[in-house]
């Protein structure tokens, strides 16, 4: 039974999807986004997703405001070689796709225009793009392309009456809170036009040579597989024709998984892709795990079996145990001296004020599990209890 789902599964609506893993990601203080949420599942649709508490209009401004787009997966400004190759590699799959040069394309989440500069330097006369960063969009502009400033999701309205042979979304859709208005695209194509959507793909995601939990981030809230995009386009009344593996190749040499779907309204219907990405996803998330275990040192090593008291319930100990790294089985309690957390409680365990706890728990060990100056703990427990002999730990990260 899942306690107060704040997203159900955007692509069905099912509201009891599989709960995968509680990520932690604490947001500097002017973020609109959460410290975090819950990795949700949808098995019929093969689909995990942020089960996120923040509003399609908090994400908005995050992107209008916070992001600085030109991200590795954008569709970018072409800065370096790397971006470059990607983006022609891009231009190749869609040009295959194009009935000719005069052919009207709309690249959504355009950000500074690369790929339409790269379609224009090929000949290519129709092609525009909308992106919510007036940044962006001044960058784009700069470059002479035609690129409006706008949500992903004012699309249907902004160029209705408009028909294009190609609407691109690249490494936009895994973004987007809110997918009720996607199939709405479909009343924006040409009668063969096509809807091609690249996504990262869940079935390469690795730990290594990447940290834990790199592929969950605050802004990557989808993580799509073919069947979930099958289901998008089925909803649109478009029909996928293939879905090509597009892994990228970054400036640092490694390779980001990604592939694509590709859309149009009377495509031979492929056969429904077999579900893929779950069981990736959870292996993906074990190793996550494990790896962050290792990467975790508690100094000197916890005692014996003595049970734990937590100093400390704050962004850190989040994270920590979004990473499995604090042994919860043995915790008695949480120690915070902020009053509006105690008397809470925090991964299943009461947090008390530090005093009470280490009274009540004459024998158990501290871990102190805080981010800036944890060693003045230690001479704060020693006013708390003078002369009182304590086992103290402390969790660190290795630099
Ligand atoms: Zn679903």
């Not at 599989?18 to 203080?29: C, D, G, I, M, T």
């Not at 040009?95 to 394309?105: M, S, V």
């Not at 199939?183 to 079935?203: K, W």
């Not at 190793?287 to 000197?300: F, H, K, N, T």
Request: net charge negative; aromatic share 8%.
């Amino acid at each position: 039974m899942l306690d107060a789902l704040q997203r159900p599964c955007p692509l069905c609506g099912n509201t009891e999807p599989e709960v995968l893993a509680q990520l932690s990601l604490p947001q500097p203080s002017h973020s609109p986004l959460p410290s975090g949420y819950r990795l949700v599942a949808c098995a019929a649709c093969d689909f995990a997703y942020a089960d996120t508490p923040a509003s399609q209009a908090e994400y908005d401004r995050y992107y209008q405001q916070l992001a600085k787009y030109g991200g590795p997966t954008g569709t970018g400004a072409g800065h370096d070689a790397a971006d470059m190759r990607r983006l022609e590699q891009l231009a190749d799959r869609l040009e295959a796709e194009l009935p000719g040069k005069d052919a009207a394309i709309l690249d959504i989440g355009c950000g500074a225009g690369g790929l339409l500069q790269v379609l224009t330097a090929r000949g290519y006369t129709q092609a525009e793009g909308l992106d919510p960063d007036p940044a962006a969009v001044a960058a784009a502009r700069a470059h002479g392309l035609a690129v409006r400033a706008g949500l992903a999701s004012e699309s249907p309205a902004l160029y209705a009456g408009i028909r294009f042979d190609l609407i691109v979304l690249s490494h936009v859709a895994e973004h987007l809170r809110d997918l009720d208005w996607l199939p709405r695209l479909a009343g924006l194509l040409a009668p063969a036009g096509r809807l091609y959507i690249e996504v990262p793909d869940p079935r390469g995601y690795r730990c290594d040579p990447r940290p834990p939990y790199y592929y969950f981030d605050s802004e990557h809230i989808n993580h799509f597989s073919p069947r979930a995009l099958a289901r998008l386009f089925a909803t649109a009344g478009l029909a996928p024709e293939a879905f090509p593996d597009c892994t990228l190749s970054l400036s640092d040499g490694s390779t980001y998984p990604a592939f694509a779907g590709i859309a149009r309204a009377e495509a031979a219907p492929l056969p429904a892709p077999a579900p893929a990405v779950l069981p990736q996803l959870r292996s993906y998330l074990e190793a996550s795990a494990e790896r962050a275990r290792q990467a975790i040192l508690i100094q000197p090593p916890l005692d014996g079996d003595a049970p734990l008291l937590v100093w400390g319930a704050g962004s850190w100990a989040q994270r920590l145990l979004g990473q499995d790294a604090i042994p919860l089985a043995r915790v008695l309690a949480f120690l915070d001296g902020a009053p509006n957390k105690q008397g809470q409680t925090f991964a299943g365990k009461p947090v008390v004020a530090p005093a009470d706890g280490l009274c009540r728990h004459p024998k158990a060990q501290v871990l102190v599990c805080v981010a800036v100056n944890p060693h003045q703990i230690e001479a704060e427990i020693q006013r708390i209890e003078p002369g009182h002999p304590r086992s103290l730990h402390f969790i660190t990260e290795p630099t």
